[in-house]
């Protein structure tokens, strides 16, 4: 059996744990911590040190989802857990300007630890929300050979969508 380490990244609240959640086939090994800071916005816990997560996608391959915490203060965790990918999935909340500005800086720093395939998720935003998506593009500085794939991080075959997406991409940088 083939096993594909997977790092899935992305800003603070832009639905990683969910999206792992979604689809592990597992129950998710997750590092989640009551937030302190009572001038944070948004959910009242936030992943530490990473979640983690299984899918098997056949007889042949399974694949192992690192989730990254989302904020620089970890930014060291992302490191340690880039160590051995074949791929990275970069969730964004295609609805939150603070998340679109950490997407870059996040895309920046995982492309230069690793020369791997990638896909950016917009949580989010309708399928045949073109538009949006264009827009989204153009924000994040994504060339057009990036794929960035709409997702619903709550919905399994949304998810697995986007992990067949990367997958595919894995499979074609190995020739």
């Known amino acids: 059996?083939?096993?594909?380490?997977?790092?899935?990244?992305?800003?603070?609240?832009?639905?990683?744990?969910?999206?792992?959640?979604?689809?592990?086939?597992?129950?998710?090994?997750?590092?989640?911590?009551?937030i302190t800071d009572v001038s944070s916005e948004g959910p009242g816990e936030t992943t530490v040190a990473m979640d983690f997560g299984r899918i098997t996608v056949s007889d042949d391959v399974v694949l192992y989802l690192f989730g990254t915490p989302g904020q620089q203060r970890f930014s060291f965790m992302w490191e340690t857990l880039s160590e051995g990918m074949l791929g990275f999935v970069v969730l964004v909340d295609a609805l939150s300007s603070d998340s679109i500005e950490e997407a870059v800086a996040m895309i920046e720093f995982f492309t230069s630890m690793s020369d791997v395939p990638f896909v950016v998720a917009a949580n989010k935003v309708a399928p045949e929300d073109t538009?949006?998506?264009?827009?989204?593009?153009?924000?994040?500085?994504?060339?057009?050979?990036?794929?960035?794939?709409?997702?619903?991080?709550?919905?399994?075959?949304?998810?697995?969508?986007?992990?067949?997406?990367?997958?595919?991409?894995?499979?074609?940088?190995?020739?």
Do not use: C, H, W
């Open 131 to 175: 538009a949006t998506l264009g827009t989204l593009r153009g924000r994040l500085g994504l060339s057009e050979d990036v794929p960035l794939l709409p997702v619903d991080a709550r919905d399994k075959e949304s998810v697995k969508g986007i992990l067949l997406g990367l997958l595919y991409r894995i499979l074609d940088s190995m020739g």
């Open 1 to 34: 059996m083939q096993s594909v380490k997977v790092v899935v990244t992305g800003p603070f609240n832009s639905g990683k744990t969910t999206f792992i959640k979604a689809v592990s086939e597992i129950t998710v090994l997750s590092t989640e911590r009551q």
